[in-house]
């Protein structure tokens, strides 16, 4: 059983920093790209920031958050982090960890296979 475990949201004011983290197991954490997308209310899901599996490289941000938001991970203890300088009232949203069976990264949520519960970020002003 495939499970993804977001921790690190909260309320913060903005220009603060927050670091989410996504512990994964039951999948082969290495060769899987892994993303974050979040969601405000009223809103659809967006992209944030993909990651590339072993058999592939690279990663990418969204445009609303580049250079502010850094992607990365540590194979060794299967966890994604979402580091996220800057923060803005707009960042508010519910922040998803998702992985895909494949090794390269995508921005499009409908080709991520396994999803953890989210994380609230609430940025105040």
């Known amino acids: 059983q495939v499970q993804l475990v977001e921790s690190g949201g909260g309320l913060v004011q903005a220009g603060d920093s927050l670091r989410l983290s996504c512990v994964v197991s039951?999948?082969?954490?290495?060769?899987?790209?892994m993303g974050w997308f979040r969601q405000a209310p009223g809103k659809e899901r967006a992209f944030v920031a993909t990651?590339?599996?072993?058999?592939?490289?690279?990663?990418a941000v969204a445009n609303s958050v580049k250079g502010r938001f850094t992607i990365s991970r540590d194979n060794a203890k299967n966890t994604l982090y979402l580091q996220m300088d800057s923060l803005i009232p707009d960042d508010t949203a519910v922040y998803y960890c998702?992985?895909?069976?494949?090794?390269?990264?995508?921005?499009?949520?409908?080709?991520?296979?396994?999803w953890g519960q989210g994380t609230q970020v609430t940025v105040s002003s």
């Open positions: 998702a992985g895909r069976g494949e090794s390269w990264s995508s921005s499009n949520p409908a080709t991520y296979d396994y």
């Open positions: 039951g999948l082969s954490f290495n060769r899987a790209a």
């Open positions: 990651i590339s599996g072993i058999f592939s490289s690279g990663a």
